[in-house]
């Protein structure tokens, strides 16, 4: 199945909702099937949306996977609750030393899916 690929982080936010709440990253040196480019998984907090952006080359965003979570109890600086999403994307996401393997993207993706 392939993924929603947006041509913008801008398009990404309009179709999507906004990141109104702010966002947490989730690494920046995830990688596809070559080294190159590179990666930033990040998460928004109101919709649960996790997605991957090249912001090097070529600016697209690729949609993960939207977590179910509940936004309501994240405080927007230091605390993340357990229902957060970011919280839930870390969990699964792991160690963190993952995203420098080959492919990364493609174990973050199945991973986030849970």
Request: aromatic letters at 8%; one cysteine or more.
């Amino acid at each position: 199945m392939s993924e929603p690929l947006f041509p913008s982080i801008e398009s990404f936010y309009a179709l999507r909702g906004g990141a109104r709440s702010g966002e947490s990253d989730c690494g920046v040196w995830w990688t596809g099937p070559r080294p190159f480019p590179r990666y930033r998984v990040s998460v928004v907090h109101d919709t649960g949306d996790v997605y991957a952006i090249d912001e090097i080359i070529s600016g697209v965003v690729e949609l993960l996977a939207t977590l179910e979570h509940d936004c309501t109890k994240h405080d927007g600086v230091t605390r993340h609750p357990p229902t957060c999403a970011y919280t839930i994307a870390d969990e699964r996401l792991g160690d963190l030393r993952t995203m420098h393997a080959s492919n990364s993207l493609a174990w973050a993706r199945e991973h986030l899916r849970g």
